[in-house]
Structure formats: C-alpha cells, structure tokens
C-alpha cells in the first residue's frame, strides 16, 4: 500500500458516484435509487479515498436500532488485492456492531463472508423479461381483490404490511421509494386490509420491480401483470425472487423470464424469520 488512504461518510453527490460504479459493475441500478437510499441512512454509506481519490465504496445502513444491511461493496480493479477493500469491509462491520447484519453477495464470495461470520440464508435470483412478452397472459382472479394506487393506502398501514417481510422498519426509505418519479406503486386490498403491494421503477436497463409481497400468489400474479403493464413496450422488466419460494420461481417462468444473476443473501447474528413464501420480490440487492 502507498499514499495516504482515508474512510469517511460519502457526501449525497458521492451516493450518485456509487450508482454510476454499480452500473459499470453491471448492477443495472434504478435511476432514482440514490436519493431513496440516502434517505434510509444519510451516514450509511463510506467512500476509501487514496490520496483524495475515492477507490472503494460500501454501505451500512442501519434500520431501527437492531439490524442493518450492507451493500455497494466496491474497490476499483486497479486496487483490488491490495488491502483496501478489507479496511472499509471492517468499517462498515465496525458501523453495524451489534446487530443482524444482511447483505446479499456474490455467490463466489461465500467463504469471505463466512471469514467475518456470515452465514447463507437462501440464494436470490434476478429474473429478466420483456414488457409486452406475456400480454395474453391474464392473472388467476382473486374473490374480494381491489386494486389501487399506494398512495390511497394510509403510510403507518404499509409500514406495519411492510414490515411483516422486512427485518426492522424502514420508514424513511419507503416514503421515497414508493413515491420516486416515474415509477409505479400499486396495492392489492382482500376483505377491506393490505394484501399486498408492489413498485416498479425505471433503471439504467429496463425496469425493476421490487418490492412485490403478497398474501397469495394469485394476489402475486396480479400485481406482477398491472405493473408490468406500465412498462413500455419491448422494455426489459427484471424481477428478484428469493429462490426457495417456488411459488415465485413458477410465476417467473410462466411467464418465460430467464436468469439474468444471482446472489447469495447472508446474514451474521442470525436469519430473521421472514415469510419467504409471499416474498415474490425483494426491495433491492443493495439495501435488502
């Protein structure tokens, strides 16, 4: 190692320079994602500068007072081998210590993770299809289901939904996500309550969805069909499903989306006990 190397807190301008790295890495990130994930933890996100370039990046955002998620672990290739990238793994580590930590790797990594106590919890998979591709396709009808905009659903009952698939609150990060410009936040109400919701939003490649939880897979299904629709045509729509829940692998292929990634989510200090089974696509592989 030579010259000075320093670890601080990212400035938000230095959040869109972390997007811009996770696009060359191939990370395909929302266009709107940095203000979103800023809001969630103004200080969860470090920058590794050498000599006052930045060389490194990660993030550890803290969710309410017991878990947190790291995410955008990068070191430029020329730096990599060199000890950078283990002094801001460390200061991330050091961020969060206390509580669950999550984070979703890639898989070859697996045995680094597991050095600093991490442990597989599921793999997760990125699903890519096109917009218009199953257009004839209609969703399995659900008795009582209304679909609405998620704005209408008052924001502590989406907080409370959401945090049934969620490891801690999250308040602050969903008062941006869902209401980031261009994207599309829907809800499914069964029997006059919350049954599920979705946002898809538009990225550097196409468009993601994520989060979409619900309380059926019919419920899924619907959801996955309306906000889809919103997508332009012949557009790429990616979709990232943890792997153990069948229900969403065969919605994926139904609807003949192929993989496109995949990660490995971990966790030190324990797995939370989710239910895997109505997560049909996780928020973000870098925030959780």
């Excluded at 996100?45 to 930045?54: E, K, T, W």
């Excluded at 793999?123 to 399995?140: C, D, F, I, M």
Aim: aromatic share 12%; with cysteine; hydrophobic share 45%.
């Amino acid at each position: 190692m030579a010259g000075s190397y320093q670890i601080r807190t990212m400035t938000r301008p230095e959040v869109d320079l972390a997007l811009d790295w996770a696009a060359i890495e191939g990370w395909n990130p929302g266009l709107h994602d940095a203000d979103c994930f800023y809001a969630a933890d103004p200080k969860g996100f470090l920058v590794g500068l050498l000599d006052d370039q930045p060389i490194a990046m990660i993030s550890a955002v803290k969710y309410g007072e017991s878990f947190g998620f790291i995410g955008f672990y990068m070191v430029k290739p020329e730096y990599r081998g060199q000890g950078y990238g283990i002094q801001i793994w460390n200061a991330a580590l050091a961020r969060l210590v206390g509580r669950t930590i999550g984070l979703d790797g890639v898989v070859d990594q697996q045995s680094n993770y597991r050095q600093s106590g991490f442990r597989l919890a599921h793999q997760n998979v990125r699903y890519q299809g096109s917009s218009g591709a199953q257009a004839h396709l209609e969703a399995r009808a659900e008795p009582d289901a209304e679909m609405l905009e998620l704005s209408k659903v008052p924001f502590a009952e989406l907080c409370t939904y959401d945090q049934g698939f969620f490891s801690a609150c999250r308040q602050q990060f969903l008062q941006h996500w869902i209401a980031q410009p261009q994207a599309k936040a829907l809800a499914i109400c069964q029997n006059q309550r919350l049954a599920g919701y979705g946002v898809i939003r538009p990225c550097r490649s196409g468009y993601k969805l994520g989060p979409l939880f619900a309380d059926s897979p019919a419920l899924a299904e619907q959801l996955f069909l309306t906000l889809q629709a919103q997508v332009p045509a012949a557009e790429p729509v990616f979709l990232d499903i943890p792997a153990v829940n069948a229900a969403a692998v065969d919605l994926v292929q139904r609807h003949q989306m192929v993989v496109a990634f995949e990660t490995a989510r971990m966790y030190s200090g324990g797995s939370p006990d989710l239910p895997l089974d109505q997560i049909f696509g996780i928020t973000t592989f870098e925030l959780g």
